[in-house]
């Protein structure tokens, strides 16, 4: 039988966290997140993750595919989970690969969040920082490991035995990994891992060189697949207004003040064209930071955390370094400039209006976009009508951006969280100075 050819049955039956038989330590975690019924992926893939399967899973982000992986390898783990001071009882006994730092940073807060009352430990590595904390973190033992391929695998080069005890593999966004040359990486980690493994992969897309990625890691695994990559969100409302080119900025700067945005995310094609926007809306007075590929790795993360601060009203994105970000509660993204591809018009709307909250997805067209538009519209089988720009209202005042208080100080800023003595960073404290060497090479970066 073709791999990953056998669909899991469609288990619809639970409907709460505890009916899927997770543990009274994690359903707690989840009720102060307020988390309260399991999204369709975490419905299907929980109970098959707790029955041993391999599983590859057909989810983007903003599905819940974290939690639908994290919670049952949490469950599973719980057996083992240990106050010890000891190294030896904590190794490493889920390693997560992710394609970026970005969203291996997402997933760590995730799983420290899910795992708060529970005596596991879990730890990030990522390319770009001082190897130096990383390498102090494993020494004194993590049961789970989150990380992107190329910097795992230098802690591997000092630490052979790092990963010999590893019982859950989980590859997140491989499609992105594979796009990024990470295969080799791949390849070299593989063979660093117990050949008895459960192993989830999860991927927006599955081509078939993702079939083959499963075909020689995956052992029989089923398919799990939610909410099509064509389907735009039902939750998010999609309005058009047409602009000339000139007047995208009045036009943006229009909606934001009139509908009160309080923050949004604004998509470019383009990495100048983000700059040359995050400076016009700088000068406009309108907080506002910029993301893409060219930008340093402290410049990215600074970017994220002072956005997810709410520092920042826009962030202003291309596609690429967007992919995989997840900022709870995002009520609203634009589309600066339609992208060329309809695909990454429903990924960039997909970041509002996640896991059942509505959102807000504005695109500015200039009569230049008009074939971007149709296909669209061809992609998504809806027509989106052009609305006329809201009325200038009277000016209101710009929301003012969050005071740059310290973290402990700043209410918008979570406090560090715990687990047992080891205290948890926000994003923005896992930062470390840039060594002296250039920032790594991320292969198939932007
Ligand atoms: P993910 O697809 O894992 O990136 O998750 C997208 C967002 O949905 C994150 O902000 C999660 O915290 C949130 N989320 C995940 N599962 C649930 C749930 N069952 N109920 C409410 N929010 C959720």
């Known amino acids: ?21 997770l543990d009274p330590k994690i359903l707690s975690a989840l009720e102060e ?23 590859m899973a057909q989810a983007q ?12 390898l949490l469950q599973k783990m719980l057996p083992h989970a240990n106050t010890s001071a000891s190294p030896a009882r904590h ?10 730092r970005e969203l291996a940073i997402q997933v760590y807060e995730s799983v420290v969040t899910y795992s708060k009352n529970l005596p596991l430990r879990s730890s990030v590595v990522f390319g770009g920082v001082d190897m130096k904390p990383q390498e102090a973190d494993l020494r004194a033992g993590v049961e789970i490991l989150v990380a992107t391929p190329g910097r795992l695998l230098d802690h591997c080069g000092s630490r052979p035995a790092l990963l010999n005890q590893v019982q859950f593999l989980v590859l997140d966004e491989a ?35 993702i079939v083959g990625l499963a075909r ?22 999609q309005v058009v207004h047409k602009v000339k080119e000139d007047d995208k900025l009045d036009a943006l700067v229009r909606v934001v003040r009139s509908r009160d945005i309080a923050q949004a995310l604004v998509f470019t094609r383009t990495k100048i064209s983000a700059d040359k926007l995050g400076r016009r809306l700088q000068k406009r007075g309108i907080p506002s930071a910029v993301i893409h590929g060219d930008k340093a790795q402290l410049e990215r ?27 709870v509660e995002l009520p609203c993204v634009f589309n600066y400039e339609l992208p060329y591809s309809p695909e990454d018009y429903v990924h960039r709307i997909g970041r509002t209006g996640r896991a059942g909250a509505s959102g807000l997805a504005v695109s500015l067209v200039s009569h230049e976009e008009d074939r971007l538009l149709a296909g669209i519209e061809r992609f998504i089988k809806r027509e989106l009508k052009p609305a006329p720009l809201p009325e200038v209202a009277a000016p209101a005042p710009i929301r003012q951006a969050v005071e740059a208080a310290p973290a402990a100080e700043n209410p ?13 960073e926000p994003v923005c404290a896992l930062l470390m100075p840039p060594p002296p060497r250039p920032v790594e090479a991320q292969p198939g970066a932007e």
Do not use: C, W
């Open 412 to 424: 918008a800023m979570p406090p560090p969280a715990r687990i047992g003595r080891r205290r948890v």
């Open 216 to 237: 020689s890691f995956l052992q029989n695994p089923l398919k799990v697949e939610v909410a099509r990559r064509n389907t735009a969100a039902e939750t998010v409302e």
């Open 33 to 55: 997140m307020g988390y309260k019924t399991p999204t369709p992926i975490q419905k299907q893939a929980i109970p098959l993750v707790l029955s041993g399967r391999d599983l």
């Open 91 to 100: 190794p490493v006994r889920a390693l997560a690969l992710a394609p970026t």
């Open 175 to 209: 499609d992105r990994m594979l796009d990024m040359g990470f295969l080799p990486d791949l390849k070299r980690i593989l063979n660093l891992l117990p050949a008895n493994r459960q192993t989830l992969l999860f991927s927006a897309t599955f081509d078939d060189s």
């Open 61 to 72: 982000t903003g599905t819940g595919k974290t939690a639908a992986f994290a919670l049952p």
């Open 301 to 327: 993360l600074a970017a994220l955390d002072g956005f997810k601060q709410g520092k920042m009203q826009l962030l202003v994105a291309t596609d690429i370094a967007a992919r995989g970000l997840d900022i």
């Open 1 to 21: 039988m073709e791999v990953g050819n056998e669909h899991a049955p469609v288990l619809e039956a639970a409907s709460t966290f505890a009916e899927l038989g």
